[in-house]
Structure formats: structure tokens, C-alpha cells
């Protein structure tokens, strides 16, 4: 059994990084809680959290939590922030850390820069408490800077944090040679994902639902309200830009009234393989 202690930087009235609307403990929380649900697809893999909600935890009592529980590995997850003047992606493990602990940096850092496409800042070493205090290897990631408009308007999409947390896990898959549990959809957002979808619209304004017929024609079927998510399966040029939606029905690509999204490239592979296997 890995037993994988994660971390949710900050949390209650103490709040991280500040910056164009964004709050450092709320991201964490995020994407650790993604990360947690993530691993839960694997055989022999137990996760225990720092915090799952928004509270306050001393530094020492999560270190203490972790070492008491006995985890193989102390993942702590951050949101940087420097006066708005740098951007990317970077990672800490204590001073003359070796073995272990420099494996698992290599390796998560390496596939949360694939899965994100985030700018590298490096490996680095930090005397930092749940680095120090931590018996077990342990990594702390900063992604991304919360105070820089480009990172922030990554950090507020949640497929984009979705990509943030799947990185750590196939970091982690790869780190410990985690094996796959009976291949089962996989789920976005806790929708299962299925053949041929490449994405989802949420309907943010009244719009309509047409039918295409096999000439494509349009009939108009209803208007669709504000809340509404569709599946995707495909998008075309026709009608000013059209997403197909399935079973013939589609819908127009106006800006304000839609929101189109796209799971991980990671999630994208598993469903094609999940399918057609």
C-alpha cells in the first residue's frame, strides 16, 4: 500500500497569495481535493489531506499528522505570488535532500510541466517547514503566480486546474508505478466522459437548440437556459461556427452565451483507450 500524504497549502484565516480575485487556500484545496479523487482510480494507494475543507491547520500539526500516519510521501501544494512580476511553474524539496526525494521531484516536475504547459522555474531546494519537518521524501509545488494576470487567468478556469492536478498524479503514477484499478469511464467534474467527446459547453445565456438534418438545414427545437451543459463531440464551421452536441442537435458558438471547455489531454487518452479497448 503507498500511502501518499497531500497538503493543501494555508486554509481558514489564513488565506496565501492574494491576487486578481483569487485566493491561494481555495486553489490549493481544488486541486488537491482533484488529486485525492484521482489516485482513488489506482490499486494499492491510500491518500490522507492535511485539510478537506477551508480550516485553519498549524504547520506542525499537519507535518505531525503525516508523520504519525506514516505516508511513503509528503506532496504540498502552493500558489505563488510576486508582485505580479514572474510567472511559471517551480518545486522545493529540503536542502541536501538525495535519492528518493530528487526522483519524485524529477519525475513530478517533468509531467506537471507537460500537462500544464506552465513556464519551467526549476527544481529547487527550500527550508521550508513541511519540507524539514516531514520524515518521509517530500515535494512542495508553487503553480503558478497568483498576483500575474496570465497565470490568474489560467488559475480560473477549472479545466485548467483539472490539468494542474492530473499532472501531480501521473507524477505520482509514474514516481511509484501505480497500476490502474478495473478500467471503469473515466468522469469530469464527476460526469462520466463518453465516446467521441471532446469537450462540454455550459449554456450561460438563452440561446437556442437546432436540429441538422442530413442536408443541414436547421430546425429550431428550443431555447436552452442559463445553467444547462452539454457534452461535445464536435465542432464545424457551418452557421457562423456550430458544436455538435450529439444525436444531431447543435449549438451556435456566440461569444457571452456559451462557455466551451476541454477536458485534460490526459483524460482525452484515457476515454479513447477506455472505449476502445
Excluded at 77 to 83: D, E, Y
Excluded at 102 to 114: C, G, S, W
Amino acid at each position: 500500500m503507498v500511502k501518499i500524504f497531500i497538503d493543501p497549502g494555508h486554509g481558514g484565516s489564513d488565506s496565501g497569495a492574494t491576487g486578481n480575485g483569487l485566493l491561494e487556500k481555495n486553489l490549493t484545496l481544488q486541486i488537491s481535493v482533484m488529486i485525492r479523487d484521482m489516485l482513488s482510480q489506482y490499486q494499492n494507494t491510500e491518500v490522507k489531506m492535511s485539510r478537506t475543507t477551508d480550516v485553519f491547520v498549524p504547520l506542525k500539526e499537519r507535518t505531525d499528522s503525516a508523520n504519525e500516519w506514516g505516508a511513503e510521501f509528503l506532496l504540498s501544494v502552493h500558489i505563488n505570488a510576486f508582485n505580479g512580476a514572474a510567472s511559471g511553474y517551480e518545486d522545493y524539496i529540503f536542502p541536501g535532500a538525495a535519492g528518493a526525494a530528487v526522483t519524485y521531484q524529477n519525475i513530478i516536475h517533468e509531467e506537471v510541466l507537460k500537462e500544464t504547459g506552465f513556464s519551467d522555474r526549476g527544481k529547487k531546494q527550500g527550508n521550508l517547514h513541511m519540507l524539514r519537518e516531514s520524515r518521509m521524501p517530500a515535494l512542495l509545488t508553487e503553480n503558478g503566480f497568483i498576483d500575474n494576470a496570465s497565470d490568474a487567468a489560467k488559475l480560473k478556469q477549472q479545466a485548467y486546474i483539472e490539468r494542474i492536478a492530473q499532472g501531480h498524479v501521473n507524477g505520482l503514477v509514474r514516481a511509484f508505478n501505480l497500476k490502474e484499478k478495473t478500467p471503469k469511464p473515466p468522469y469530469w467534474d464527476g460526469v462520466e466522459m463518453k465516446q467521441g467527446q471532446i469537450g462540454r459547453i455550459s449554456i450561460l445565456k438563452r440561446i437556442n437548440l437546432w436540429k441538422r438534418d442530413a442536408n443541414n438545414r436547421l430546425t429550431f427545437v428550443r431555447i436552452l437556459q442559463p445553467g444547462e451543459r452539454y457534452r461535445v463531440y464536435g465542432y464545424d464551421t457551418l452557421y457562423g461556427g456550430q458544436y455538435n452536441v450529439g444525436s444531431g442537435y447543435w449549438i451556435t458558438n456566440m461569444d457571452g452565451y456559451i462557455k466551451y471547455e476541454t477536458p485534460s489531454k490526459e483524460m482525452l487518452q484515457r476515454t479513447e483507450e477506455y472505449y476502445n479497448s
